[in-house]
């Protein structure tokens, strides 16, 4: 079934203990991005790969790094989480920049 | 800069009306291509439907149904005879081509259509 996964779905975690988020998509697409969801601010893209080893910035990447070393795999690293990063986070994957993006289910963080 | 409105926050409706969720957008460029998205309780995201610039012509599927205007750059999209199913929240997409704008998508703030039994 081709599908975005990422993991985990749910954490709590507390102010600057480092965490990753992962996301792999079974697709074969050259385009993964991340975003968040926030109440009143909406869905904003944090960092987009448009192939491997290419990253670049979106909307909102402060306190965010991202490294895309395979096509498959587009982990979201949070190195000294903020209580600010508290969010919905989403995955997404396409394999043109017009085409359809297909978004994994979300990871809901708590930043204590 | 892309902007997409959608300037209904929630729409409340018994089951088998219809309802038409407005979708207002603004870009520079000439080619774009829009998409709505469904967020049901559950919380993920659902592609629903992709138009591109070019091409104006309505389209429906099912008890969907999309109406894309240039002119007023609008895309709406009909739920005919709505279903308890259909509540969710919808968003409205933009993106361009322009390799400036990346893949981001520049989403609308949402409609939450609420349907009721």
């Known amino acids: 079934e081709a599908q975005v996964t990422q993991n985990p779905r749910y954490l709590i975690t507390v102010t600057g203990k480092k965490l990753t988020v992962t996301c792999s998509q079974n697709m074969n697409h050259e385009y993964m991005s991340w975003y968040r969801q926030d109440p009143g601010l909406g869905l904003r893209q944090i960092y987009y790969?448009?192939?491997?080893?290419v990253t670049d910035k979106g909307d909102v990447p402060e306190g965010y790094k991202v490294s895309r070393k395979e096509k498959r795999n587009f982990p979201l690293i949070l190195e000294s989480p903020s209580p600010n990063q508290t969010s919905l986070y989403f995955c997404a994957s396409s394999w043109g920049r017009g085409q359809p993006q297909h978004f994994g289910d979300g990871t809901r963080l708590s930043i204590l | 800069a892309q902007k997409v409105t959608q300037a209904q926050t929630e729409i409340s409706v018994v089951e088998k009306e219809d309802v038409t969720l407005d979708c207002v957008y603004e870009t520079r460029d000439t080619t774009y291509y829009l998409f709505w998205y469904k967020q049901p309780p559950s919380g993920e995201l659902v592609f629903l439907i992709r138009?591109?610039?070019?091409?104006?012509q309505n389209e429906i599927s099912g008890r969907y149904s999309w109406n894309f205007q240039k002119s007023t750059s609008s895309f709406n999209f009909t739920i005919t005879a709505s279903q308890v199913v259909d509540s969710a929240v919808y968003f409205c997409?933009?993106?361009?081509?322009?390799?400036?704008?990346?893949?981001?998508?520049?989403f609308g703030g949402g409609t939450r259509v609420l349907v009721k039994p």
């Open positions: 790969s448009m192939n491997v080893e």
């Open positions: 138009r591109n610039s070019f091409d104006e």
């Open positions: 997409a933009l993106i361009t081509t322009i390799k400036a704008a990346g893949n981001k998508l520049t």
